[in-house]
């Protein structure tokens, strides 16, 4: 029986540690990019978006305008930039 209250007891303070680290985000709600790479491959922005690479292709062939960077002939993304671009409601206008 002192084992069975041992284990409400473990999974009690577990519960209460999961519930409070949540709620340390509670008045931020705001995702942090910043766990991501800072600049993406243009073949390889499918992964990070969620989309097929179909998609994505028509997507930037839609939007010229995507913030990019263009480096020694290679397009790559800002991931930060992208993302708010993509959740701004430039892309839904047209």
């Not at 766990?35 to 969620?50: A, F, N, R, S």
């Amino acid at each position: 029986m002192d084992i069975s209250f041992f284990w409400i007891a473990a999974g009690l303070t577990a519960l209460g540690y999961f519930i409070g680290d949540g709620l340390k985000n509670f008045g931020n709600p705001k995702a942090s990019f910043s766990d991501y790479p800072t600049l993406i491959k243009e073949k390889d922005l499918h992964l990070h978006v969620g989309l097929t690479k179909e998609e994505v292709n028509e997507l930037l062939h839609k939007f010229p305008e995507a913030p990019k960077v263009e480096l020694k002939g290679t397009t790559y993304y800002p991931y930060q930039r992208f993302m708010e671009w993509m959740s701004s409601g430039e892309i839904y206008k047209k």
